[in-house]
């Protein structure tokens, strides 16, 4: 006679996620609504943050006392948060997270470049439209497509998990 649980009970174990896990940890898988009511969180941090820095504490920020630098605190947890996020999404898809460089940080890297020179001409329409290409991708890819389903590589599959 078998010991383990019939796959019906199994299947009615409710699992949870912690709130900082979801929000902060790199490891594991989340579905599309948990991360685009991440990137909603952390977007609401650091306009939070910003809108405080603007109003409340203008004049301290100007002068670069210590509420400035307590300022950037949250604006760099939620940083870290939302590449965990786009961590997480990415392993969803069942790819591995140096997927992340060509969806995001060599379209920021190109913005950079684009923005601080004075870049014109052919070179620069390459440039632009190589970034928006890779930019793009990595949106649909990571916002929008469906994760693997059931369990894969990065763990079990994230849809029915709850947060608590």
């Known amino acids: 006679m078998s010991t383990s649980a019939p796959a019906s009970i199994a299947a009615a174990v409710v699992r949870t996620m912690t709130w900082a896990n979801w929000l902060h940890s ?4 989340i579905n599309r609504t948990k991360f685009w009511l991440g990137i909603a969180i952390h977007w609401g941090i650091w306009l939070a943050t910003s809108l405080f820095g603007l109003f409340v504490a203008h004049e ?3 002068s670069g006392g210590l509420v400035s630098w307590l300022l950037i605190l949250p604006i760099l947890a939620s940083l870290w948060g939302i590449l965990a996020l786009l961590l997480k999404r ?3 898809r069942e790819k591995t997270a140096w997927m992340v460089v060509p969806m995001v940080l060599i379209p920021a890297i190109l913005g950079v ?3 601080r020179t004075e870049m014109d001409g052919p070179v620069a329409i390459a440039l632009g439209v190589a970034g928006f290409g890779l930019w793009l ?11 693997t389903e059931g369990e894969n590589e990065f763990g079990l599959d994230p849809v029915g998990v709850r947060l608590g």
């Open 26 to 29: 790199p490891s594991g898988r």
């Open 60 to 62: 301290q920020v100007r």
């Open 90 to 92: 990415i392993r969803d």
């Open 113 to 115: 470049i684009l923005r």
């Open 137 to 147: 991708w990595g949106f649909v890819e990571i916002g929008f497509l469906e994760g």
